[in-house]
């Protein structure tokens, strides 16, 4: 799977990159601040795409001396760092347009990349369309991620290729006054219209690195696999401690039997019930706990000063 992974992160950088070289390049000759977003947008994605080969090789690694849990953190913090980057470059460049608006705008030259941008459009749109495939087959953020970075690209790609027919068929009705305000006008727009999309994505980082509850089917769906062993063994408690770090899931399941097992016999329910975590998430770390006294649960779990301290009385 890993190794699926890099080959399409490699495949498409080397197509971003060259968006990226072309698309500012171009900018700069037409003195388009809307191109310019689009291919410092593919530039930067391009750097980012290159890091994300090192990150999904890195997450791949065992726990070791440094980091006992693995390497999986390293994916929601390397998406939140890119986030804040794209962030920040919408910012600047919109405030930058929005200032071109109010100072009276500017005049671009629009037909020298009218065949570039319908191009990075069609482009774009299809790495798009591959990308959220394999994502959900690999069931990979970081290919998920690549995803939503080349939708984007696509809305910037085809808004430019608007705006730049725009100006044309202005400049052919000899309407020049309005063609100052379009491509500013279109920049800030790029700037608002990814301000959503950005914010949720790294709003679900942050949630990954604090150690948040996965998402509420996730949940669902880990809860029905022990409640059918549950039935199977009757178990007389449980209980579902889980967090979820960019695609690895960590759980620790604490199970009070309603009578005690030899130890071969638990050690085989626990095998079967994490042959069966793992059949729904190849990404899973689990820890399964079994007792017939609950007692030393509140023990195991956090809490605050005021609590440790009747509890250790």
Not at 128 to 143: G, Q, V
């Amino acid at each position: 799977m890993k190794t699926k992974e890099l080959t399409y992160i490699k495949a498409v950088n080397a197509v971003c990159f060259a968006f990226g070289v072309l698309g500012v390049s171009l900018a700069l000759i037409a003195d388009s601040s809307s191109m310019l977003f689009d291919g410092m947008y593919s530039l930067i994605q391009s750097i980012f795409i290159l890091i994300s080969g090192f990150v999904v090789r890195l997450i791949g690694r065992q726990d070791d001396e440094r980091f006992h849990f693995g390497y999986s953190a390293f994916e929601p913090f390397y998406i939140m760092i890119r986030t804040i980057v794209l962030f920040s470059m919408n910012a600047s460049l919109g405030i930058k347009a929005f200032r071109s608006i109010i100072t009276g705008g500017y005049l671009v030259d629009a037909g020298i990349v009218l065949f570039f941008t319908a191009l990075s459009a069609v482009v774009c749109s299809f790495i798009c369309a591959f990308l959220y495939r394999k994502a959900r087959e690999l069931d990979s953020p970081m290919l998920a991620t690549e995803a939503r970075s080349w939708l984007n690209d696509t809305l910037l790609s085809v808004a430019v290729l608007v705006s730049f027919s725009v100006i044309a068929i202005l400049d052919r009705l000899g309407i020049e006054k309005a063609m100052y305000y379009i491509d500013p006008v279109v920049t800030v727009l790029f700037a608002i219209f990814l301000i959503p999309g950005v914010s949720k994505q790294l709003w679900q980082a942050v949630k990954d690195l604090l150690d948040a509850a996965p998402p509420a089917e996730e949940i669902e769906r880990l809860e029905s696999i022990v409640r059918a062993f549950s039935k199977d063994y009757s178990f007389k408690d449980w209980k579902i401690y889980s967090s979820r770090r960019g695609r690895m899931i960590y759980s620790t399941i604490h199970i009070v039997l309603s009578d005690e097992l030899p130890l071969h016999k638990v050690d085989g329910i626990r095998k079967d019930m994490l042959k069966a975590i793992r059949s729904s998430w190849a990404w899973s770390d689990t820890d399964i706990v079994f007792c017939v006294d609950s007692s030393w649960m509140e023990y195991a779990v956090p809490a605050v000063a005021e609590e440790a301290a009747v509890i250790a009385q």
